[in-house]
């Protein structure tokens, strides 16, 4: 099977950019207009099907595919590209009326309902065997069309509903476990099942874990349940890949995402070709981070597989019933997609063609507004299509300048955190802070899984993960032997594969590359002045925020020490040589307020270097590079314009000379050998 990287580049033969349709949702003079209309607008490439498993199986067993062939021989016959998906998000009425107990069942107990979407479990055997006939039947049907090149499987897995308890979650738990465990006595250990009389006779005797039901589930009873249901995500979307596959080995697969409890980098996505990201910036509110927050889940989605799709992008104003994005300025749609190419996007699909006039999105705006008359965002994309054409060639097979990581896309990881937070930050927060600083700072960073291949990087950082692999940790040593530079956050390593706490000192097994152990460790409190606590680094004190540890050094030497209260004089960072690297190890939180201090020091450790020299403040700059040549994005951050022409060689979009202005974007390309 496939091995997952961040450095995959593309299995597309060139860059697309589409628009989601839903043909359902509009007359048939709409219908009529629409594919000379995306053409206009240099669309090449639509999603259909998403939601329309209503349409395309009316009644049980009864298939029709009509309308969907018109829509799309109209789409062919102009041009256009299709990508179909399989409807499994939007079960229809004659199921659940037949079939009550396909429903999900929230944790106290209520079933969902007919009415929205996601409502049906997908660990529902009977279910599944729904799911895989409706994919037959648009697989066989459509399997020699040469209009469809692609499949989109369900829509965003665990988007709406994750922790289910219905009673085919139930079972199959129980399954799951009697699989992993195969004797009780295991699993009594492996829970922990001493504490509060929990331990268990028979796997039958195992409920699905609700949170608050009365007090704190048994975090390795919670960390088994997330990953039973991704795995269960895994093989109900398994089932449809298999068929697709079958069908047309010449189509390319993927799922549309990111959502919680879903275990990206597992047998999830090695059976795709690869990652599909939904891109929402506006769901940050504030428009200063909204840029860097971009950036960063991005490069969080390529670090799973390298360069992904995006299936979803945001246009324009947008939400639900309870919430409303920002709506993208003048402008800012474009820099919004040059962003989104420059971090790994190998095509992209707006959404959507037209703002809905009914239904649970009908705010969630389109290309084109409800009354279908062309405007401002129309004449953007229109414009965005033209100048992708200049860069699509440099695009292809080329890979996101990465020499700094930062760990990333670990569903363990984020799960022993979100079982147990304790107030702490998570590991997705910190990682976002961390490559913010380096992203302002100019340099190439991504974020990497610590499995991955870290040969191009010369510093990796592992914020505050409490449980890692054997094979990250032997990986890491690899790196760091052969001359990288690795950090190490605080409470790292400390907990078992089975989410219980390591019976040795911290940090367990990153002792070694460490070179020293926690002696001692205690929380900050936010707003106690008796908590405040800061730390000596590089002749300055730094404040230090969530928690403090108190280093025992074995090999390694302080780098900085606390200078607070009864902390005083005690090693909080330390540097241990190991082969050629170093590792440094910090016993505090990495927050904004430290890497000011800390970054320029790591900077100089790893020999890092910026993506260019002499760029402004606030010009966000990334490079893509293949044999074809050396792609260099320029994008404006700032309110005010900003100069760019540092970026070397030609201009393929945006001014040649001159000022940038708020929302600009300028990208440059230096040839290689291939030209
Ligand atoms: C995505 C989803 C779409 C649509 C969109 C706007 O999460 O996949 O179907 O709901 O958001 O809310
Ligand atoms: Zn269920």
């Known amino acids: ?76 016959h102009a041009g256009i590209e299709v990508i179909f998906c399989t409807p499994t998000a939007a079960p229809p009425r004659w199921m659940t009326r037949k079939h009550p107990e396909f429903l999900r069942r929230s944790g106290n107990g209520v079933f969902m309902q007919h009415g929205s979407r996601q409502h049906v479990c997908t660990t529902n055997p009977e279910f599944r065997e729904y799911s895989k006939r409706i994919t037959r039947q648009i ?73 608050q039901a009365p007090a704190w589930p048994n975090p390795a009873a919670m960390l088994d349940m997330r990953r039973f249901h991704a795995a269960m995500a895994t093989r109900f979307q398994h089932e449809q890949v298999e068929i697709l596959r079958a069908a047309n080995p010449g189509w390319i697969i993927f799922h549309n995402g990111l959502m919680a409890v879903v275990d990206y980098r597992s047998d999830f996505s090695r059976d795709l070709d690869l990652i599909g990201f939904d891109c929402y910036p506006g769901f940050v ?19 799973i597989d390298g360069n992904f799709i995006i299936p979803e992008h945001q246009t324009s104003f947008g939400g639900q019933n309870g919430y409303v994005l920002a709506t993208p300025e003048p402008g800012e749609l474009r820099q919004l997609t040059f962003r989104s190419i420059a971090h790994g996007a190998d095509s992209l699909i707006y959404f959507r063609w037209r703002s809905c006039r009914f239904g649970s999105e009908e705010y969630w705006g389109g290309i084109l507004d409800h009354d279908n008359i062309p405007r401002r965002r129309f004449y953007e994309v229109s414009g965005i299509s033209r100048e992708l054409k200049a860069l699509a060639p440099y695009l292809q097979r080329s890979e996101v300048r990465t020499e700094i990581g930062i760990a990333a896309a670990d569903a363990d990881a984020d799960a022993v955190h979100a079982i147990y937070p304790m107030g702490f930050p998570s590991p997705d927060v910190v990682a976002e802070e ?83 152990t926690v002696e001692e460790y205690g929380k900050l409190i936010p707003d106690d002045p008796h908590s405040e606590h800061a730390l000596m680094l590089s002749g300055q004190s730094v404040r230090a925020d969530h928690f403090y540890e108190v280093l025992k050094l074995g090999t390694a030497t302080a780098v900085a020490c606390w200078n607070s209260r009864f902390l005083a004089g005690a090693p909080a960072i330390a540097v241990n040589q190991f082969g050629q690297g170093k590792v440094f190890y910090v016993g505090t939180y990495l927050t904004g307020a430290l890497l000011e201090t800390l970054v320029p020091l790591l900077a ?36 005010s314009s900003l100069k760019a022409d540092m970026l070397p060689g030609c201009t393929l979009a945006g001014p040649a000379d001159g000022l940038l202005p708020p929302y600009g974007v300028r990208v440059t390309v230096l040839p290689g050998n291939e030209n």
């Open 604 to 639: 100089d450790a790893a020999k890092l270097a910026p993506i260019l020299p002499g760029l402004p403040d606030g010009l966000e700059v990334i490079e893509r590079y293949s044999e074809r040549g050396r792609l260099f994005f320029g994008l404006n951050n700032t309110d």
């Open 434 to 516: 961390l490559h913010r600083a380096f992203l302002l700072r100019h340099y190439p960073v991504g974020l990497v899984h610590p499995e991955d291949d870290l040969s191009p990087l010369k510093l990796y950082i592992l914020p505050h993960w409490e449980l890692l692999r054997q094979e990250a940790v032997d990986n890491l040593a690899d790196f760091v032997k052969n001359g990288g530079t690795l950090v190490i956050g605080a409470r790292s390593g400390t907990r078992t594969a089975d989410n219980q706490i390591i019976s040795e000192p911290r940090p367990g097994i990153l002792t070694h590359l460490a070179g020293a």
């Open 139 to 211: 697989a066989e049907h459509y399997k020699k069309h040469p209009a469809i090149i692609a499949f989109q499987t369900d829509n965003e897995l665990h988007c709406h509903f994750t922790y289910c308890y219905c009673s085919s979650c139930q079972e199959e738990f129980q399954n799951y476990l009697r699989e992993k465990y195969t004797s009780i006595d295991r699993l009594n250990k492996a829970w922990g099942t001493a504490f509060w009389a929990q331990s268990y006779h028979d796997f039958s005797d195992i409920e699905l874990p609700r949170e």
């Open 285 to 303: 509110s504030d428009a200063s981070r909204r840029p860097v927050r971009h950036a960063f889940t991005l490069d969080r989605a390529r670090a």
């Open 1 to 76: 099977m496939k091995t997952l990287s961040y450095r995959h580049t593309g299995v597309f033969d060139r860059f697309r950019l589409g628009a989601a349709y839903y043909p359902e949702h509009w007359s048939e003079k709409e219908r009529q207009s629409d594919p000379e209309r995306m053409r206009e607008a240099g669309i090449d490439l639509v999603r259909l099907g998403e939601f329309a498993w209503d349409m395309l199986e009316p009644e049980d067993g009864v298939f029709d595919f009509d309308f969907f062939d018109q829509e799309i021989e109209r789409l062919f």
